[in-house]
């Protein structure tokens, strides 16, 4: 099983809509979760981090967790083309960021 | 959060030579790490620097072909030595600010090995 899953997409959506974007984990040791965002050419940008159970929202972004399910999901409203990126979820244990395989958004006007 | 400069940010090289990446952060950390991107694949951990001590390698990655150096609190510098293709990937180096609080990452050294 690997660390950190994440379905690799495609994942298109039209213009407006939510965009939905899920990962799973293995160690139930993990404190703090990350969302990261790269563009094509480009280095990977924190766009949420989220430490407890529950919703956490940040303008367009919505990250949710659920630590008894090992699951952390990451909701982006009224979706835009520049949206249009890899979305890489990143558990954080003790002393590392473990990264997902993510997930390439494609928002299509 | 803290501006990192990473060079070069691209090399072509022949197989067999090495190439050192320099990471410079504008403000004093503990730990910096090296990251692997193969095209087309995530990020993988190659080892963790800290200063003032020897870099823990990640399984897979050994100091022989990547030695790493960390002189100061704001420096480090990744060597990628005896290099094949399978080594043609971006390294890219981040830190991490305040505990738990992910990290930011350099622009990235994208490596070609021909």
């Known amino acids: 099983q690997k660390e950190v899953e994440q379905n690799s997409g495609p994942l298109s959506v039209p213009e407006g809509a939510i965009a939905s974007l899920n990962c799973t984990y293995s160690?139930?040791?993990?404190?703090?979760f990350f969302w990261y965002r790269q563009y094509s050419g480009k280095s990977p940008e924190l766009i949420m981090s989220?430490?407890?159970?529950g919703d956490k929202e940040d303008g367009r972004f919505t990250a949710q967790l659920n630590k008894a399910s090992q699951y952390v999901s990451l909701l982006i409203r009224d979706s835009q083309p520049s949206d249009s990126a890899t979305y890489l979820c990143a558990p954080w244990g003790t002393d590392k960021l473990i990264f997902g395989t993510g997930t390439r958004l494609q928002v299509f006007p | 959060s803290a501006v990192i400069s990473q060079k070069p940010s691209r090399d072509i090289c022949q197989r067999g030579t090495s190439l050192t990446i320099q990471c410079q952060v504008d403000s004093q950390v503990t730990m910096m790490f090296w990251y692997r991107q193969q095209p087309g694949q995530s990020l993988t951990l190659i080892a963790t620097?800290?200063?003032?001590?020897?870099?823990?390698?990640e399984s897979g990655f050994v100091i022989d072909k990547f030695p790493i150096s960390r002189p100061n609190l704001t420096f480090s510098t990744l060597t990628v030595s005896n290099m094949s293709p399978e080594d043609s990937s971006i390294y890219l180096c981040?830190?991490?600010f305040g505990t738990g609080n992910g990290y930011t990452f350099g622009s990235g050294t994208r490596l070609t090995v021909v």
């Open positions: 989220i430490y407890s159970n």
């Open positions: 620097a800290n200063q003032g001590s020897e870099a823990t390698y």
């Open positions: 981040s830190v991490e």
């Open positions: 160690d139930r040791g993990s404190q703090s």
